[in-house]
């Protein structure tokens, strides 16, 4: 019996937020490392309503100094993926 693992938006948002912060980053200056035209993009990841793609996903980890795993926030939900 195995649990599957879910990303968890909000927290990871959150985190996103802190290792901006950590590094010393500010959105706008992720806004123009991705080419964004406005900073939408950004909130939604810090607000968890989105999450980004895998390839802004490794962008962002090297833009923050941390692997992609470090960036995301899994969770085990609790339902099952084989029953016994």
Not at 1 to 17: A, H, K, S
Request: charged fraction near 15%.
């Amino acid at each position: 019996m195995f649990n599957i693992p879910t990303i968890d938006m909000v927290r990871t948002g959150q985190n996103i937020v802190f290792l901006r912060q950590r590094a010393g980053l500010s959105v706008r200056d992720l806004q123009e490392v991705f080419g964004f035209a406005t900073p939408q993009a950004i909130y939604k990841w810090q607000h968890g309503t989105a999450l980004p793609t895998i390839d802004n996903l490794v962008v962002l980890a090297v833009l923050l100094g941390v692997s992609i795993d470090e960036i995301l926030v899994v969770s085990d939900d609790t339902r099952s993926l084989f029953s016994a």
